[in-house]
């Protein structure tokens, strides 16, 4: 989603520049209607005003998404509530889930549109050169391919950052997401439900017809248990963690657990590289924000890659591309802090603790303008 969203935005602003998108993973376009992708992303204000800006929202929103005016957040072990409503900052919505394969769908329609851009997919980079004028790339099938700069939204485990020996600073969370969908017996009522439990946070995510989308963050044993058992058990032990504030759960689809972990990379750029996404940075999904943050790497890295073509600067050369590491690296940085922090928080079981943070709960809830300031700046419209 992330490289493919920066070839669709530098292809719409830079008619000149010639971009080949490589993807090792044949995109899924088809699927039946009363089935939901179990990966799905809390889509920001800020992403959805990029979205438009590439040409790939209207394409997003003639499929299938899910506005949410409301987040309810509650501790598991206190009595400590937290609840954002979009009507008292004066918008529609404070975002939206989307099916990570609907904008992925998207994308693809979009790409379709933009000559500039030259899909190989799927294919897999074979070997790349890291040379002084141009960098060169080697695919499966033993095309070469020359270019001024490369960008590596790999992923996590990504390729071409190991390439590059860039090495990462970040560790394992001794957690795994459950991923699962849900109907519940109460409509979701277009909230994003949140719980905060002591082995970590249960979320419901709101989905069209009622469905949730579930990220239940665990021990990696827990999780497994939790694959391994009746749906009728799951069901019924989901329902329990959730204190069943949409009632019973009346279907689950097939569950599938990922493996937690925080990293940073040491570097974000050398001489023609730039790592956007995951490949750069990942943190806890407890506040929603992975994706989000790729997203905002593309927004900066365009920025940055568009001003050096306006001043007729080399794309690839290390002072333009630090530029962009530096305002990604403070951003990033803050948001990584931010979500282990509340990990770390609502993970510990010392009586104090858990006092304080539902008391700070409690008080941040009944400040309206505190609370309309956190979900602007979680939103990106802090400066609308």
């Given amino acids: 989603m992330v490289g493919a969203t ?17 993807d090792a993973n044949e995109p899924k376009l088809d699927w039946a ?47 400590g509530e937290l609840h954002f409503d979009s009507a008292d900052m004066g918008e529609n919505d404070l975002g939206h889930i989307i099916e990570n394969r609907v904008i992925v769908k998207a994308l693809h329609q979009r790409i379709k549109e933009l000559p500039q851009i030259e ?32 960008v590596a939204a790999d992923g996590s485990r990504s390729w071409v950052r190991q390439q590059a020996d860039i090495a990462v600073k970040g560790w394992d969370f001794d957690q795994s997401a459950l991923v699962t969908t849900v109907k519940t017996e109460q409509y979701h009522q277009d909230t994003a439900w949140q719980r905060f439990l002591p082995t970590g946070p249960l979320a419901f995510l709101p989905l069209t017809e009622g469905y949730s989308s579930i990220v239940w963050s665990t021990s990696p044993k827990e999780a497994k248990r939790l694959t391994e058992i009746s749906e009728e058990d799951f069901a019924g032990e989901i329902e329990q963690a959730f204190e069943s504030k949409l009632g019973k759960i009346i279907s689950v689809a097939e569950r599938v657990v990922f493996p937690l972990r925080l990293f940073e990379t040491l570097h974000y750029v050398k001489p023609r590289l730039a790592l956007v996404g995951d490949a750069a940075h990942t943190i806890h999904p407890l506040a929603g924000q992975g994706v989000n943050l790729g997203l905002a790497d593309v927004s900066s890295l365009m920025d940055v890659i568009l001003d050096a073509l306006d001043d007729k600067k080399d794309i690839g050369d290390l002072k333009v591309l630090r530029r962009y590491e530096r305002w990604r690296r403070s951003e990033n940085r803050a948001m990584i802090i931010a979500m282990d922090g509340l990990k770390r928080l609502f993970g510990s079981e010392l009586t104090v603790v858990k006092g304080l943070r539902s008391v700070g709960l409690d008080i941040t809830n009944k400040i309206t303008p505190l609370k309309n300031i956190i979900m602007q700046q979680a939103m990106g419209i802090f400066n609308k």
């Fill in 119 to 150: 899909l190989f997919c799927p294919t897999k980079l074979k070997k790349v050169e890291f040379k002084q004028d141009k960098n060169a790339v080697t695919l499966e099938n033993k095309n070469e391919l020359t270019a001024s700069l490369i």
């Fill in 33 to 79: 209607n009363d089935s939901y992708d179990m990966r799905v992303s809390a889509v920001t204000r800020a992403s959805q005003k990029l979205f438009k800006d590439v040409g790939v929202w209207e394409y997003i929103i003639k499929q299938r998404i899910s506005p949410y005016q409301d987040m309810f957040v509650w501790d598991g072990t206190g009595k």
């Fill in 6 to 22: 920066l070839a669709c935005g530098l292809a719409e602003e830079a008619e000149q520049l010639k971009i080949a998108l490589i």
